[in-house]
Every structure is written in C-alpha cells, then in structure tokens.
Nanobody
Framework: QVQLVESGGGSVQAGGSLRLSCAAS????????MGWYRQVPGKQREWVAL???????NAADSVKGRFTISRDNAKNTVYLQMNSLKPEDTAVYYCNVYPALREYWGRGTQVTVSS
C-alpha cells in the first residue's frame, strides 16, 4: 500500500518556476515507477512525466525541456521541477505510481500560471 501527498503548488506568472513534491509512505516506494499527472476541470487527467526505480525518466511532449522529474528514495519523495511555465500548464497536479492506480490518487496540488 502506498499513500501519496502532493505539495508545492501555487500561483506564478508565465515564465516562472515551481517545484512540486510528492511524499510517499509505504515500504515498496523504492521499487515503484512513479509519475506526475495533471487535470484541468472538465478534461481527463493526463500523464506529465515518469521516473523508474533506477532513475530513468520520460516526459510528455508538451513539457519536455521545461519540466524535470526526480526522486530521492532515502526520503520517499518524488519531485517535479517546472520551469518556463505557461498558462496552459494551469491544472491540479497529482503523483501516482505509473501506470496509475485508482486507489493511490491523492488531493493534488493546484498550479496556476497567469499571462
């Protein structure tokens, strides 16, 4: 069982940066591939980035070159560094295992980017 708590969201102007954190509980965190996802009201949740247990990463085309996912297994934490933010990045951001499991969705953290 894994419990996930996201933090670090906020309001920034376009071009700004934010760093999201996802604190995980559970003994299996270190062997899990983890992902960040986001959702805009009225739209489906979409995958943003993933990181394997060994540190391999991948990201959606819409955020490649701007967002960086990382993890600290000693702290059971996954991060999402978001640079060059755009208004279209506005969403609630969630972390989950990858592929996502319904029972692991947390409350997310709101990111708002103004133009």
């Amino acid at each position: 069982q894994v419990q996930l708590v996201e933090s670090g969201g906020g309001s920034v102007q376009a071009g700004g940066s934010l760093r999201l954190s996802c604190a995980a509980s559970g003994s299996t965190f270190n062997i899990r591939t983890m992902g960040w996802y986001r959702q805009v009201p009225g739209k489906q949740r979409e995958w943003v980035a993933l990181i394997s247990s060994g540190g391999g990463t991948n990201a959606a085309d819409s955020v490649k070159g701007r967002f960086t996912i990382s993890r600290d297994n000693a702290k059971n934490t996954v991060y999402l560094q978001m640079n060059s933010l755009k208004p279209e990045d506005t969403a609630v951001y969630y972390c989950n295992v990858y592929p996502a499991l319904r029972e692991y969705w947390g409350r997310g953290t709101q990111v708002t980017v103004s133009s």
